[in-house]
């Protein structure tokens, strides 16, 4: 089992940008795929940007490809977010996610993944 726990949310000024971080406890972490989620008010968990194990694939929604970056460092059991250009819409919650399925195959969809953090919120205005 793995326990999660983001931070680097704040508000922001549209343009600006933000690192989100997960912290994962246990020694699975390298072992897992690993997905970075989003949930504004009213609307349903949707899915942002999923890493590989290993770091070598990547997925990225149309609506944040491009302006964010997936990462991890499996030696410091630590996945990142690095989000750019940010807009008013990318306001939300942001969970990160452990998918036990340890394939090259990176899943979108929320009941694909095992285990989640608390979530952090990310505001921008505009």
């Known amino acids: 089992q793995v326990q999660l726990v983001e931070s680097g949310g704040g508000l922001v000024q549209a343009g600006g940008s933000l690192r989100l971080s997960c912290a994962a406890s246990?020694?699975?972490?390298?072992?897992?795929?690993m997905g970075w989620f989003r949930q504004a008010p009213g609307k349903e968990r949707e899915f942002v940007s999923a890493?590989?194990?290993?770091?070598?694939?990547?997925d990225y929604s149309d609506s944040v490809k491009g302006r964010f970056t997936i990462s991890r460092d499996n030696a410091k059991n630590t996945l990142y977010l690095q989000m750019n250009s940010l807009k008013p819409e990318d306001t939300a919650v942001y969970y990160c996610?452990?998918?036990?399925?340890?394939?090259?195959?990176?899943?979108?969809?929320?009941?694909?993944?095992?285990?989640w953090g608390q979530g952090t919120q990310v505001t921008v205005s505009s």
């Open positions: 890493i590989s194990w290993g770091g070598g694939y990547t």
């Open positions: 246990g020694r699975s972490f390298g072992s897992y795929n």
């Open positions: 996610a452990a998918d036990r399925d340890g394939s090259s195959y990176l899943h979108r969809r929320r009941w694909e993944y095992d285990y």
